[in-house]
């Protein structure tokens, strides 16, 4: 069933237009992934978009036909503008998340919208499953997904309002189980994905891995907004004012170690749930890995004599040492000397923890 089906007739146009900014945005930037990540991710574009199951074999012919067919299409919208979202005769400007919700809350439908990495546009639209309170903090989970990028993002934070995505999470589960299978390397990923019995019932074994992984997703989040309110509005518009490079992402490390200091690991250690330790380290990614190696060390002896004192030593540490690179690279680029970036990025990798 092609998912336009799942949504009644009024609101296919809402649909429509989401989806249609949804192929804006790739069209402008599909080509950042490299071609290994892209063909995966598009893989399982078209499992999404033509509704097969994670257990069904795709037809790599159609794939192929499919593929050539959105390349071309999204030639033509390189240089087109975002369409307004339209509801009940009303338009809305595409970013104006909140008042698109409100005007969603009879249909049981969450929107939303915001930029993510090298400031990459995200949009999207689902079914809204529950809302939580959590302090300060307003957390939407959302199931089935009516339109969405090619990057689907499984979590966002926007202010205080904290928006998980359990089919993008799923989806993410899903690649990265089939990635470690591959080879079934003795590593983070596989350490995690043992606790679940994915060999005699993958359906409800990704199902419970996708339920302990939103929580920590939650705490992620928190950290990010923590993060943001301390770093506060500097630091957005330096974020922003960066080339599509390295340098983003190196900061962007620092800010994620900070945020995770902040939240996601002192509550994993907390909990004392080891599957959701050994995910966070799976998901490191290389730059944050690269500027990081003593949280990898932590972890490692974590493993190899289950105390967990050098990982409680190391998120004290890194608290206030990303917390002090932070506020470093926020000078320098005060200082709006010509050669900030490079010396921005020199510094990063030369504060390596």
């Known amino acids: 069933m092609h998912r336009d089906a799942q949504l009644p007739e009024r609101l296919q146009s ?72 339209e509801i009940d ?30 400031a990459k546009p995200h949009f ?22 009516y339109a969405r990028d090619l990057t689907a993002p499984p979590a966002m934070s926007l202010s205080n309002r904290i928006y998980i995505r359990r089919e993008s999470l799923r989806r993410m589960l899903w690649e990265k189980i089939e990635e470690w299978r591959w080879n079934r390397p003795d590593n983070a990923m596989g350490r995690a994905i043992r606790y679940y019995d ?23 989040e928190i950290g990010e907004v923590k993060a943001g309110e301390t770093l506060g509005d500097q630091w957005k518009e330096m974020i922003g004012s960066f080339p599509r490079s390295r340098l983003e992402l190196l900061a962007r490390a620092v800010r994620d170690h900070l945020a995770d200091s902040l939240s996601t690991l002192p509550r994993l250690l907390e909990q004392n749930h080891p599957p959701s330790l050994h995910f966070y380290f799976a998901n490191l990614s ?7 190696p003593a949280l990898l060390k932590a972890y490692d002896q974590w493993v190899k ?25 926020m000078e320098i680029h005060e200082s709006r000397v010509r050669t900030a970036w490079q010396k921005m990025e020199t510094l990063i990798q030369s504060r390596s923890l």
């Not at 400007?93 to 969450?110: C, G, K, R, T, V």
């Not at 105390?307 to 506020?327: K, N, P, V």
């Open 14 to 85: 809402l649909r429509n237009s989401v989806q249609h900014n949804c192929h804006i945005s790739d069209a402008r930037y599909a080509s950042d992934y490299t071609l290994c990540v892209y063909l995966l991710k598009m893989r399982e574009y078209y499992r999404w978009e033509k509704g097969y199951a994670y257990s069904d074999t795709l037809p790599q012919e159609q794939i192929g036909l499919w593929l050539t067919e959105r390349e071309d299409f999204w030639e033509t919208l390189e240089n087109a503008d975002f369409m307004p979202v």
């Open 89 to 118: 005769g009303r338009q809305y400007d595409p970013f104006d998340s909140d008042a698109i919700n409100e005007a969603l809350q009879e249909y049981q439908l969450l929107y939303s919208a915001g930029y993510g990495n090298k």
């Open 124 to 145: 999207y639209l689902a079914r809204r499953e529950k809302e939580l309170v959590h302090k300060d903090y307003r957390i939407y989970v959302s199931a089935e997904e």
């Open 198 to 220: 994915f060999d005699n019932d993958p359906d409800a074994a990704l199902e419970a891995m996708t339920e302990t992984e939103i929580d920590a997703l939650v705490l992620h």
């Open 286 to 292: 290389g730059i944050r890995k690269e500027i990081y």
């Open 305 to 329: 004599y289950g105390d967990t004192a050098e990982l409680e030593r190391q998120i004290e540490s890194g608290r206030e040492h990303w917390m002090r690179l932070a506020e470093q690279l």
